[in-house]
């Protein structure tokens, strides 16, 4: 199952400037392959439902791993018995 999900990474412990954490998953969901938009407040994807849990975990454990002691994710996920695609949402804009 396609679905789309909206991650929002806030780093609340870190010794690093926040915007290069961000960064650092920015970098993480563009080496998943899935398609995504960066957005000024969260980053979206799409991809089969198991790619993108496994990559909101990597995000989690890799962003803790290196340089962050406390953060917080908020995620947003649409899910259907279909498969979903950004460009459904977008093409009456």
Not at 33 to 47: A, D, H, R, S, W
């Amino acid at each position: 199952m396609q679905i789309n999900a909206a991650i929002q990474l806030l780093p609340l412990k870190t010794n690093e400037d926040r915007y290069s954490v961000v960064d650092k998953a920015i970098e993480l969901i563009n080496k998943s392959g899935l398609n995504y938009k960066v957005c000024p407040f969260e980053t979206v994807v799409e991809g089969k439902s198991e790619e993108v849990y496994k990559l909101i975990y990597n995000i989690q454990s890799e962003i803790l791993k290196n340089g962050c002691d406390e953060l917080i994710l908020n995620i947003k996920i649409h899910a259907a018995n279909r498969e979903l695609a950004f460009d459904e949402k977008l093409v009456k804009y």
